[in-house]
């Protein structure tokens, strides 16, 4: 039916047609709707919430590489190599023993071992198998494409110098934390900060998708320590000689640069490998020279002296009469009667009973103000991790017997590291500057604690000790001027003091005319013939010493001494 209306025609059997083929496509797409949510709500819902659950964001970080420490010149002394660690995911692989055996072949780990880790695991999504690996070897292990079996890039920590850097630089654990020595005490700066990142993850622990970069990693900062790695590998290499020659239960070498506090170098025996960590033992890794304390012996006396010279009561040709003294039970004697001699021959032939005499001539607190203010009873404020400060006792609860001794080196204790120093502060004309491993651009602040004429009074009277009739001849340096203190000391034990176990030091300052480098050898429980400090330590400190001022270019200042060369001319 047609009709008209406003001039035009309107057929309403068409417009009913196209309605209703409107209305059933609506209705078909509806349908086709509810069939597909009936699906996805009914028949799908597993699959969808297990692929829900295989994919969701997380944040990654991103591992900062650990700076390098070197030495003052450059030369690496740790330094972070990239390695690649194995890691699986447990349900993934759990169902298959083969893949497990053939993973197990290829780590060369225990077939038992390797399912029994996988198979306890299975709540979890990864799982580290194998860390640190050769890149090489890693690829490899790849390359057998087992499914659940995935690489990791990671960095290893490597010390190129083994263990003559060992005590000095400690170690850090898998992660690259500093555990001990440098890396503990500098593991801040050179850990750097780790970088985030949001991605997108499968069920399997891989990255599908990286979304976006929150912040980029920043690397940590390199170490320019102050150790001078010639004169390391040098003291290393004469101290594990001695070590083996009287066979001594251990031993320890410093050498401080005078003029700025830097520690040159710092060994000691028995030593580790950081590289090798089955070695990774308290009794291996401690750094005897900053964390043992000893009876220092007759190593200390120089520092009485420096006492009484400052008193004002003593002077250089000051005469001591040495006969045998009873303080309280204890009668104090020589080996030898040496008489009425001055003070260089008290300190060179290193007589006990003029030393008591003087410390017991001094108020307490004297003695005491001058061995505090050169560092002993304290730390050095070097900051090596586990650093000792010695014992030294209030001039309060100070007796005259304990005077008496302790003016010969018993009744207080300190480290090697500590007796450096105080050597070093002789050394400076009585500056007393902080320790310090890093390398220094200046020296730093010092602090006068001795007048500079009673500094070079004191270097003119150890030099005495080099002497033939001194106690430390074999410290002697060809072509230069050395001043130093031998130290021989009874080791303690329960209810006493052995008389057969002995603990040998030579300690003292190069060249004496313009001191540049301080050093103390102490060496543990000599078991050869030898176990005088002038005789197991003072060639030690002649070697290094010899050597180092070599490599410093340091002029001989005693080159009349010298034994002349002859050269021959040879005619060809």
């Given at each position: 039916?047609?009709w008209?209306?406003?001039?035009?025609?309107?057929?309403a059997?068409q417009f009913r047609?196209?309605?209703?083929?409107?209305v059933?496509?609506?209705a078909?797409?509806?349908l086709?709707?509810?069939?597909r949510?009936?699906?996805l709500?009914v028949?799908?819902?597993?699959?969808?919430?297990?692929q829900?659950?295989m994919?969701?964001a997380?944040?990654?970080k991103?591992p900062?590489?650990r700076?390098?420490v070197l030495?003052?010149?450059?030369?690496?002394?740790?330094?972070s190599?990239?390695?690649d660690?194995i890691?699986?995911?447990p349900p993934?692989l759990?169902h298959?023993s083969?893949e497990?055996l053939?993973?197990?072949r290829?780590l060369?780990?225990?077939?038992q071992?390797l399912?029994?880790r996988i198979?306890?695991n299975?709540?979890?999504?990864?799982?580290?198998?194998?860390r640190?690996?050769?890149?090489?070897e890693a690829?490899?292990?790849k390359?057998l494409?087992?499914?659940?079996?995935?690489?990791?890039r990671e960095y290893?920590?490597?010390?190129?110098?083994g263990e003559?850097?060992g005590?000095?630089l400690?170690f850090t654990?898998?992660?690259?934390?500093?555990?001990e020595?440098?890396?503990l005490?500098?593991?801040?700066?050179?850990?750097?900060?780790d970088?985030r990142?949001r991605v997108?993850?499968?069920?399997?622990?891989r990255i599908?998708?990286?979304?976006?970069?929150i912040?980029?990693?920043?690397?940590?900062?390199d170490l320019y320590t102050?150790?001078?790695l010639?004169?390391q590998y040098?003291?290393y290499?004469?101290?594990?000689?001695?070590?083996r020659k009287h066979k001594?239960r251990?031993?320890?070498v410093?050498?401080?640069?005078v003029?700025?506090?830097?520690?040159?170098?710092?060994?000691n025996q028995?030593?580790?490998n950081p590289n090798?960590?089955e070695?990774?033992e308290?009794?291996?890794?401690?750094?005897?020279?900053a964390?043992d304390?000893?009876e220092p012996?007759?190593?200390i006396k120089p520092?009485?002296?420096a006492?009484?010279?400052?008193?004002?009561?003593?002077?250089?040709?000051?005469?001591?009469d040495?006969a045998p003294i009873?303080?309280?039970n204890?009668?104090?004697?020589?080996?030898?009667?040496l008489?009425?001699i001055d003070?260089?021959?008290?300190?060179a032939?290193?007589?006990?009973v003029g030393?008591?005499?003087?410390?017991l001539s001094?108020?307490?607190?004297?003695?005491?103000?001058?061995l505090?203010s050169?560092?002993?009873?304290d730390?050095?404020a070097s900051?090596?991790?586990g650093?000792s400060?010695?014992l030294?006792?209030s001039?309060?609860?100070?007796?005259?017997?304990?005077?008496?001794?302790?003016a010969?080196?018993y009744?207080l204790s300190?480290?090697?590291?500590?007796?450096a120093?105080a050597?070093a502060?002789?050394?400076a004309?009585?500056?007393h500057r902080p320790i310090?491993?890093?390398r220094a651009?200046e020296?730093?602040?010092?602090t006068r604690?001795?007048?500079?004429?009673v500094?070079?009074?004191?270097?003119?009277l150890?030099e005495?000790a080099?002497?033939?009739?001194?106690?430390?001849v074999?410290?002697?340096?060809?072509g230069?001027?050395v001043?130093g203190k031998t130290?021989?000391a009874?080791k303690?034990?329960?209810?006493g003091y052995s008389?057969d176990?002995y603990?040998g030091v030579?300690?003292?300052?190069v060249?004496?005319?313009?001191p540049?480098l301080a050093a103390v050898?102490m060496?543990d429980?000599p078991?050869?013939k030898?176990?005088?400090?002038g005789d197991v330590?003072?060639?030690?400190?002649?070697?290094?010493m010899?050597g180092?001022?070599?490599l410093?270019s340091?002029?001989p200042?005693?080159?009349?001494?010298v034994a002349?060369?002859?050269?021959?001319?040879?005619?060809?």
């Amino acid at each position: 039916m047609k009709w008209r209306e406003g001039g035009g025609e309107f057929d309403a059997g068409q417009f009913r047609l196209r309605a209703r083929l409107l209305v059933g496509l609506l209705a078909i797409f509806a349908l086709a709707l509810l069939v597909r949510a009936l699906q996805l709500q009914v028949f799908d819902q597993q699959f969808l919430a297990e692929q829900g659950d295989m994919r969701y964001a997380r944040i990654a970080k991103m591992p900062a590489h650990r700076g390098s420490v070197l030495d003052r010149f450059g030369e690496p002394l740790a330094v972070s190599s990239p390695v690649d660690t194995i890691w699986v995911n447990p349900p993934e692989l759990a169902h298959s023993s083969d893949e497990i055996l053939r993973l197990a072949r290829a780590l060369k780990r225990d077939r038992q071992w390797l399912a029994q880790r996988i198979t306890s695991n299975l709540d979890r999504q990864f799982l580290y198998v194998a860390r640190h690996m050769d890149p090489a070897e890693a690829s490899k292990i790849k390359a057998l494409d087992i499914p659940g079996v995935y690489l990791l890039r990671e960095y290893r920590r490597y010390y190129p110098n083994g263990e003559v850097t060992g005590h000095l630089l400690g170690f850090t654990n898998l992660d690259e934390a500093g555990q001990e020595g440098l890396e503990l005490e500098y593991d801040q700066s050179l850990a750097g900060l780790d970088g985030r990142k949001r991605v997108i993850q499968d069920g399997r622990g891989r990255i599908v998708q990286n979304v976006v970069s929150i912040h980029a990693p920043r690397a940590g900062e390199d170490l320019y320590t102050s150790i001078d790695l010639r004169i390391q590998y040098l003291a290393y290499r004469e101290l594990k000689a001695a070590i083996r020659k009287h066979k001594a239960r251990a031993g320890s070498v410093i050498v401080i640069n005078v003029a700025t506090g830097e520690v040159l170098a710092m060994v000691n025996q028995p030593s580790f490998n950081p590289n090798d960590r089955e070695q990774y033992e308290v009794s291996h890794y401690r750094n005897r020279a900053a964390t043992d304390i000893f009876e220092p012996g007759s190593s200390i006396k120089p520092f009485v002296v420096a006492a009484a010279l400052s008193s004002g009561r003593y002077r250089p040709e000051s005469m001591i009469d040495t006969a045998p003294i009873k303080v309280a039970n204890k009668l104090i004697a020589d080996h030898h009667f040496l008489g009425v001699i001055d003070l260089g021959e008290v300190l060179a032939r290193s007589s006990n009973v003029g030393m008591a005499k003087i410390a017991l001539s001094l108020e307490p607190g004297q003695m005491h103000g001058t061995l505090s203010s050169l560092g002993f009873g304290d730390v050095t404020a070097s900051g090596f991790p586990g650093e000792s400060a010695g014992l030294l006792s209030s001039a309060k609860h100070w007796r005259p017997i304990g005077i008496a001794t302790m003016a010969y080196g018993y009744g207080l204790s300190v480290t090697p590291l500590q007796l450096a120093q105080a050597y070093a502060t002789v050394g400076a004309l009585g500056l007393h500057r902080p320790i310090t491993f890093r390398r220094a651009q200046e020296p730093a602040p010092a602090t006068r604690v001795l007048p500079e004429k009673v500094a070079r009074e004191l270097i003119g009277l150890l030099e005495g000790a080099i002497t033939p009739d001194g106690t430390g001849v074999k410290a002697a340096v060809p072509g230069y001027r050395v001043a130093g203190k031998t130290g021989t000391a009874w080791k303690a034990i329960p209810g006493g003091y052995s008389t057969d176990r002995y603990l040998g030091v030579f300690a003292g300052v190069v060249p004496a005319t313009q001191p540049r480098l301080a050093a103390v050898v102490m060496i543990d429980e000599p078991r050869g013939k030898d176990y005088y400090g002038g005789d197991v330590a003072a060639p030690v400190f002649s070697a290094v010493m010899s050597g180092a001022l070599r490599l410093m270019s340091v002029a001989p200042d005693d080159l009349a001494r010298v034994a002349p060369v002859t050269v021959a001319e040879v005619t060809p």
